[in-house]
C-alpha cells in the first residue's frame, strides 16, 4: 500500500513540476506585440544591459569613463573620479556611487551603481519595448527549475524506500519499481529540454532583443565605437589592457598580472 501511495505521489510532483516548467517557459518566450515604429537598433548601453544585465551596463560606463579620462581605475581596485560633471544619468550615478570623497573601491562602486535608478530605468524600457525578459519570468523559470529538480530528488528518494520496506509492504517486484522510472524520466527528459531551449529566456533578452544583438556590427563603427560594443557584448573579456582588466575584475587578477 504504501509503495502505491509513494509511486503516486512521485508522479504527481514530476508531473506538476514538469507542467509549471512548461508554463513559465511559454510565457517567457512569448514575443512582443508589435509597436508601431519600434527601433532596430540599440544604443551601447542598452546592448550592455541585454547581453549582461545591470553589472555589465557599469562596467561599460566604467570603461567609458576611463577612456575619456572621466574616470581613473587603478589596477589596485581603485576609483577616482576625474571629472565629476556626468555625461548621463548612468554617469552620474557611478559619480554618486563613489561619493563625495572622490575616490572608493572600484568592486563598491560597482554594486551600487548597478543596483541605481538609472539603471532600473533603462531595465524598464527595455522591458516595455519587448527587448528585455521581465524580473518576474526569470525568477518563475529560475524556480519551476528548481521544482523539477526537487522532484528528481524525491523521486528517486521515494523508489529507494520502497526497495527497504518490506516484502508485505513492497506490494510487487521489480516490475512494479520500474514504474518509478517514468517519472524519474520525465523529469530528466524536462531538465534536459530546459538545458537547451528554456536557458535562453532566462538570460536578459527577449527573442527580439537577442535579435538585435546579434545584428550588432562593431567592425562598422569606428575603433572607439568598436571596442566600447565589443565591451557591452562580452564584457571585460573584450578589454585588452591589463591594467584596465584588473581593475575591473579584483586585485587578484593585479596580482597575476605583474
Do not use: K
Not at 520500474?178 to 533578452?205: D, N
Not at 537577442?210 to 557584448?233: H, I, N, Y
Amino acid at each position: 500500500m504504501f509503495s502505491v501511495l509513494f509511486l503516486l505521489v512521485a508522479w504527481a510532483a514530476a508531473g506538476i513540476s514538469c507542467a509549471r516548467l512548461c508554463l513559465a517557459a511559454v510565457e517567457a518566450a512569448r514575443p512582443a506585440a508589435e509597436r508601431p515604429g519600434q527601433r532596430q537598433v540599440l544604443t551601447l548601453y542598452e546592448a550592455a544591459f541585454l547581453a549582461g544585465g545591470p553589472h555589465r551596463v557599469t562596467e561599460l560606463t566604467l570603461v567609458s569613463m576611463h577612456r575619456r579620462r572621466r574616470l581613473l581605475l587603478a589596477h589596485t581596485g581603485w576609483a577616482t573620479v576625474v571629472d565629476p560633471e556626468g555625461a548621463d544619468d548612468l554617469e552620474r550615478s557611478v559619480i554618486g556611487a563613489i561619493g563625495p570623497a572622490g575616490q572608493a573601491r572600484t568592486a563598491a562602486v560597482r554594486a551600487a551603481a548597478s543596483a541605481a535608478d538609472a539603471v532600473r530605468a533603462l531595465a524598464d524600457r527595455l522591458v516595455s519595448a519587448g527587448l528585455a525578459v521581465p524580473d518576474s519570468a526569470r525568477s518563475h523559470i529560475a524556480s519551476a527549475v528548481r521544482g523539477v529538480q526537487g522532484a528528481t530528488v524525491l523521486t528517486a528518494a521515494l523508489a529507494a524506500v520502497t526497495l527497504l520496506l518490506p516484502p508485505q509492504e513492497q506490494g510487487a517486484d521489480a516490475a512494479f519499481l520500474a514504474w518509478f522510472g517514468l517519472p524519474l524520466l520525465l523529469t530528466l527528459g524536462c531538465l534536459a529540454i530546459a538545458r537547451i531551449e528554456v536557458h535562453p529566456y532566462t538570460r536578459w533578452a527577449s527573442p527580439d532583443g537577442q535579435r538585435l544583438l546579434g545584428s550588432l556590427s562593431p567592425q562598422s563603427d569606428g575603433d572607439e565605437r568598436a571596442f566600447l560594443t565589443a565591451v557591452a557584448v562580452r564584457g571585460v573579456g573584450a578589454v585588452d589592457d591589463p591594467a584596465l582588466r584588473a581593475a575591473l575584475t579584483g586585485s587578484r587578477t593585479a596580482h597575476r598580472s605583474h
